[in-house]
């Protein structure tokens, strides 16, 4: 028996732990149980639930960005700002769950600020393991077309691309962006 993996992708604001959020109830209305892992450096909004920006949410456990083990007693596995987690971690334990027949369902950004893909984390490898990807658009802030890259702001600015890979931040710290309206500094 093998699972399924489900990549759910874009850049911020694009509804990504939404459409997650939105996957998972539809799964408990048909009376199949979630085991939901979210990283524990997200504390943007709370800890003990995922949540999307527009405030809808649902139960999660938050773990270490290095993973750690977890039993799973559940008919869906699903992970939330997957980007977050150290790759080798999340792709064997993805991987293991495959191989017992779980059906595993994972939502992240697909690039970095810099528009690249996560240099050693876990996204480049779960896009090309998917059996489903899902990539969803964003509005972009400046001009309103479909925005596809996540945009870093230092005060209202684009960051310069040699900042930090990984930075929690909402509204504060990133806007959605065209290709034509992404700032490269």
Same mark, same amino acid.
């Given at each position: 028996?093998?699972?399924?993996?489900?990549?759910?992708?874009? +850049?911020?604001?694009?509804?990504?732990?939404?459409?997650?959020?939105?996957?998972?109830?539809?799964?408990?209305?048909?009376?199949?149980?979630?085991?939901?892992?979210? +990283?524990?450096?997200?504390?943007?909004?709370?800890?003990?639930?995922?949540?999307?920006?527009?405030?809808?949410?649902?139960?999660?456990?938050?773990?270490?960005?290095?993973?750690?083990?977890?039993?799973?007693? !559940?008919?869906?596995? &699903?992970?939330? =700002?997957?980007?977050?987690? =150290?790759?080798?971690?999340?792709?064997?334990?993805? !991987?293991?769950?495959?191989?017992?027949?779980?059906?595993?369902?994972? &939502?992240?950004?697909?690039?970095?600020?810099?528009?690249? +893909?996560?240099?050693?984390?876990?996204?480049?490898?779960?896009?090309?393991? %998917?059996?489903?990807?899902?990539?969803?658009?964003?509005?972009?802030?400046?001009?309103?077309?479909?925005?596809?890259?996540?945009?870093?702001?230092?005060?209202?600015?684009?960051?310069?691309?040699?900042? +930090?890979?990984?930075?929690?931040?909402?509204?504060?710290?990133?806007? %959605?962006?065209?290709?034509?309206?992404?700032? &490269?500094?």
């Amino acid at each position: 028996m093998s699972g399924h993996l489900e990549v759910i992708t874009g +850049p911020m604001y694009a509804g990504k732990s939404e459409e997650l959020i939105r996957r998972l109830s539809r799964f408990e209305i048909a009376k199949k149980t979630v085991t939901v892992l979210s +990283p524990d450096i997200d504390k943007r909004y709370g800890a003990g639930h995922i949540f999307s920006h527009n405030g809808s949410s649902f139960v999660a456990k938050q773990i270490p960005v290095e993973g750690e083990d977890v039993e799973i007693n !559940s008919d869906i596995l &699903a992970f939330d =700002e997957a980007q977050f987690f =150290e790759y080798r971690w999340l792709v064997g334990s993805i !991987s293991d769950a495959l191989r017992e027949g779980y059906t595993v369902i994972v &939502a992240g950004l697909d690039k970095d600020y810099r528009g690249q +893909p996560f240099p050693g984390l876990a996204m480049p490898y779960l896009l090309a393991m %998917a059996d489903t990807v899902t990539k969803l658009t964003a509005i972009c802030q400046k001009c309103g077309a479909e925005a596809t890259m996540t945009q870093r702001l230092i005060e209202g600015k684009p960051a310069p691309l040699d900042g +930090p890979t990984v930075l929690v931040g909402a509204n504060d710290k990133y806007e %959605a962006r065209c290709r034509n309206c992404w700032e &490269a500094k």
